[in-house]
């Protein structure tokens, strides 16, 4: 059974996240922790996806709409858990009001983020030594 929260970073979700994050970004993207761990996530709001109680993956939105961290294990991949959490941010942002959400999308993820509903918006950058694509999407409130 799949369960999807939007949670603070704190008590064990907060030991969940950095699990996932440690594994992909860390041993898998060899991205530092240093690098990760910015500071940003006490004040972000977190997505977390369990298959039968366990996590498997995990992002981040901040306070000015953008998404980032999000995480699979490889072990959950192509299965649609990242779906899973930029619609679970997504849908957050919209129920906050945020006008529009944005990301940064490691090259190999653009096709994955445009399935989504968003469009590339700049000029590509390199950050944590990866190709990325700013993109964003607005987000439709009712009146």
Known sequence: MEEVRVVAFSGADQQHICQIRETVFGQEQ?????????????Q?????????????ATGRILADGHIGRVAVLKSHRGKGMGAKVVNALAQFAQEQGYPRVFLGAQSHA?????????????????????????MHKVLHHSA
């Open 30 to 42: 060899n991205i530092s922790r240093a690098l990760d761990l910015d500071g940003e996530d006490p």
């Open 44 to 56: 972000a709001w977190h997505a977390l996806v369990f298959v039968d109680g366990q996590p498997v």
């Open 110 to 134: 653009v096709d994955f983020y445009h399935r989504l509903g968003f469009t590339a918006c700049g000029d590509e950058f390199i950050e944590a030594d990866i190709l990325h694509v700013p």
